[in-house]
């Protein structure tokens, strides 16, 4: 499976942008996706994730956001055209990060970590100016 980010760029504070993730080698019919960002001298941390297999009775709920951007920003996916979407609005300073988005035939926990997904795409620089 291979992932293709893109959509990041340098925006105000206030702003918004839409992230895609577009995979080929299989289909976004089923399975997980996750946004991650990374900052600076810090690991990975999920953004938000969102897994079409709610019957999964292990895992919690099939949309999760880290609580700072609970609010702002949305998860999507389109399985006709194979992409996940990140949208997000009220962009803040703080946001500033590389975005990557990561995929998983399989069913994640509710607040997923990097080894929960076997696919990568490369990474995204969101910057938000002040």
């Known amino acids: 499976v291979q992932l293709q980010a893109s959509g990041g760029g340098l925006v105000q504070a206030g702003g918004s942008l839409r992230l895609s993730c577009v995979a080929s080698?299989?289909?976004?019919?089923?399975?997980?996706v996750g946004w991650f960002r990374q900052f600076p001298g810090k690991e990975r941390e999920v953004v938000a994730s969102?897994?079409?297999?709610?019957?999964?009775?292990?895992?919690?709920?099939?949309?999760f956001y880290a609580g700072s951007v609970k609010g702002r920003f949305t998860i999507a996916r389109d399985s006709d055209k194979n992409t996940a979407y990140l949208q997000m609005n009220e962009l803040r300073p703080e946001d500033t990060a590389i975005y990557c988005c990561?995929?998983?035939?399989?069913?994640?926990?509710?607040?997923?970590?990097?080894?929960?997904?076997?696919?990568w795409g490369q990474g995204t620089l969101v910057t938000v100016s002040s």
């Open positions: 990561a995929e998983d035939e399989f069913a994640v926990p509710a607040e997923s970590t990097r080894s929960d997904y076997g696919s």
């Open positions: 080698g299989r289909t976004f019919n089923s399975g997980a």
């Open positions: 969102i897994d079409w297999n709610p019957a999964s009775v292990h895992y919690g709920p099939s949309e």
